[in-house]
């Protein structure tokens, strides 16, 4: 057919007859007359049909003698179809009773002095079953994801800050880090101070102490200071930390200390307190990760990378930035990074270089410079438990059942 002549006959005019056609020259059961244009038949006997044949076989039940290829090339044309008969045969058994009987699980003292336990049944011992689960303590959520931020700072050389201080003077949360003794975060709103005992006993060496003084109230290191006056009074007040950045002051006063000056990487992971309005996102008490590095020559490219490196470690590849203030770095910038998750750019942390106004009074040369950057440890653990109330995760509140059935939380990295 296709491109060929058509032929045809009295009685091969329509359509099917001439597709019918096709198939009776392909099994060779009609050959073209090309002289008179007619359809002659090969065979004086009427042709076999082969596929009404195998049909046959299969309605008498005996399918199991056509071949792959035959069986294949019916149900191709949708004219076989197979079909799973399941036939069940119910006898008595063993063990056929007309009452239930519930067998034994356990050979008690009852059962061995009466002597009833060679009549009575036992159930098969199953030693492929799970038991009993045991009780063994479980982690918290929190506990699991600091102990995971703990070993990826460890795994990028860094040194762990003892933070055994929850109690802070003034002068080492605020006025150290060059954060004027105005500012509304000193407020009773923002802060909780200590009734008794209301003042530090001492504060540092006094040659830091005035050079902080100074840089407050008259500038230095080409800064104007805040041209107010700074009270020793203020700067003793006992306090609950508001950021573990007072434990990295110590830290860097210390290293000042140190002859020569020695590059570090340090960290910490502890609880931080603010007197702020509790919701689904804030706590009165919280924990902050804080990371920093003093070396020379280092810059914001350098505090970028690292970030970049920190987050991608903790599941978080994309990461930018946007400016920011904060009184004791400067330049300063807040870390955005896109979690696929909740498919959006969540705030993650803040970050920026130590300014010159903190680090030189302290007696750091010069040309070291100091990158760090601050985030909260309970934002990955909701976004890792799946939660959005800060409640459900620490406090009263907490579900048990959700840290006995928390596993094992592990950070793609």
């Known amino acids: 057919c296709g491109a060929g002549p058509r032929w045809t006959t009295p009685c091969l005019s329509g359509e099917g007859d001439q597709l019918g056609l096709s198939k009776a020259l392909a099994l060779n059961w009609v050959k073209l007359d090309k002289e ?7 065979h004086p006997e009427p042709p076999l049909d082969t596929v009404q044949a195998s049909l046959c076989q299969v309605r008498d039940g005996h399918a199991h003698l056509l071949d792959e290829g035959q069986r294949q090339d019916l149900k191709r044309r949708k004219l076989l179809r197979q079909v ?37 049944p036992f159930k098969a011992y199953n030693f492929a079953a799970l038991g009993q689960p045991t009780d063994g303590g479980h982690l ?16 990028m050389g860094f040194t762990e800050m003892s933070t055994s201080r929850y109690v802070e003077s003034a002068f080492w949360n605020f006025d150290a880090l060059f954060q004027p003794q105005q500012h509304p975060a000193r407020d009773a709103h923002d ?14 060496e006094p040659e830091y102490v005035e050079a902080v003084r100074r840089v407050h109230a008259e500038g230095g290191h080409g800064s104007l200071g805040y041209q107010g006056p ?11 930390r508001t950021h573990t950045t007072a434990v990295s002051a110590r830290m860097l006063h210390a290293l000042a200390a140190q002859q020569p000056f020695q590059p570090c990487k340090l960290f910490s992971i502890d609880r931080v307190f603010r007197n702020e309005t509790l919701d689904a996102t804030h706590l009165a008490e919280f924990c902050q990760v804080e990371g920093l590095v003093a070396d020379r020559g280092l810059t914001l490219g350098h505090l970028q990378a690292l970030i970049g490196g920190f987050f991608a470690r903790l599941g978080m590849e994309r990461v930018r930035f946007k400016p920011a203030y904060n009184p004791y770095t400067e330049p300063s910038m807040e870390v955005f990074a896109f979690h696929p998750g909740l498919d959006r750019w969540v705030e993650v942390g803040n970050s920026g270089l130590f300014r010159p106004e903190m680090l030189l009074p302290m007696g750091l040369p010069p040309d070291v410079r100091c990158i760090a950057w601050g985030l909260s440890l309970e934002r990955p653990t909701m976004i890792k438990c799946g939660l959005n109330n800060i409640r459900d995760l620490v406090g009263p509140r907490v579900d048990l059942d959700m840290v006995y059935r928390n596993p094992l939380c ?3 990295r």
Request: charged share 30%; net charge positive; hydrophobic share 40%.
């Open 410 to 412: 592990r950070f793609v």
């Open 84 to 120: 799973v008969v399941k036939s069940y045969r119910l006898e008595k058994g063993e063990h056929f009773a007309t009452q239930l009987s519930k067998p034994e699980t356990d050979l008690t003292a009852e059962l061995l002095a009466s002597g009833a336990w060679r009549q009575r």
């Open 140 to 155: 918290h959520p929190l506990l699991q994801v600091r102990s995971e931020v703990r070993q990826i700072f460890l795994e």
């Open 36 to 42: 008179r244009g007619t359809v002659l038949p090969t």
């Open 230 to 240: 700074w009270l020793e009074s203020e700067a003793r007040k006992n306090l609950l």
């Open 191 to 204: 802060t909780f101070f200590l009734k008794e005992p209301r003042e530090c006993r001492q504060l540092p």
